[in-house]
């Protein structure tokens, strides 16, 4: 069973056009949510860490918010330089272990001039 | 720039060669990762150090043999690849296992 789920897939949007990406999430205990950008043939970069319900953090364009079962990441005004792909990753409350965290594969973003 | 530094960016590999990706952060992190990331998959975790010790090896092959002499270096040889072993290998650092990850450009690599 996947335990994070990133919908959609993909998504094209005109410069300007506000949205939102999801990231749903089964682990039963949440530690903390990251969102990371990443551009092609570069690793993810790291945007925010979320770890409770109901917090929000923005950076410029974008704005992560958390509740219990899923994040939002909200594009406002999005510009063709945010186009990459945006991965979300959870992290479970289990004790220190390297494999404690879980990805999503990804929403690609496409923003178009 | 990244505080993780990956060498080389691209490996194009025949499945008889020997080969190593090297890792470096400077970021004074205590814990080093290698993840593979192949197309349409969430990343796959394959080996963790912390504090120089191995404490994951997620069922990885055996032709993939990680090596952690200090806490700022990592290095991932590789031997008798497959063609179903190209993709695109991250190193990542974080400080314990609370804050994150910081990744590198990664590695594009290709088995011929």
């Known amino acids: 069973e996947d335990q994070v789920t990133q919908s959609p897939e993909a998504l094209r949007l005109q410069e300007g056009e506000s949205s939102s990406l999801n990231c749903s999430y089964t682990?039963?205990?949440?530690?903390?949510l990251f969102w990371y950008r990443q551009d092609p043939g570069k690793g993810p970069e790291f945007l925010f860490t979320l770890y409770s319900a109901g917090e929000e953090k923005e950076k410029e364009r974008l704005k992560a918010t958390l509740t219990k079962k899923e994040s939002f990441l909200h594009i406002t005004a999005p510009k063709p330089e945010d186009s990459a792909t945006y991965l979300c990753?959870?992290?479970?409350?289990?004790?220190?272990?390297?494999?404690?965290?879980?990805f999503g594969t990804g929403t690609s973003l496409t923003v178009i001039p | 720039e990244t505080g993780v530094t990956q060498t080389p960016r691209h490996l194009v590999m025949g499945m008889t060669n020997k080969k190593s990706l090297k890792c470096e952060q400077h970021?004074?992190?205590?814990?080093m990762y290698w993840y593979k990331q192949s197309a349409k998959k969430p990343l796959e975790l394959m080996f963790v150090y912390n504090f120089k010790e191995q404490t994951e090896n997620n069922s990885v092959p055996s032709r993939f043999s990680p090596e952690c002499p200090n806490s700022s270096h990592l290095f991932l040889h590789l031997h008798t690849l497959q063609p179903e072993d190209s993709a695109l290998y991250l190193c990542?650092?974080?400080?314990?296992?609370?804050?994150?990850?910081?990744f590198g450009s990664g590695t594009r690599l290709t088995v011929v």
């Open positions: 990542a650092s974080s400080q314990d296992s609370f804050y994150g990850y910081t």
């Open positions: 970021l004074g992190h205590n814990a």
């Open positions: 990753a959870v992290q479970e409350e289990t004790g220190w272990t390297g494999n404690q965290f879980y």
């Open positions: 682990v039963s205990g949440l530690r903390g």
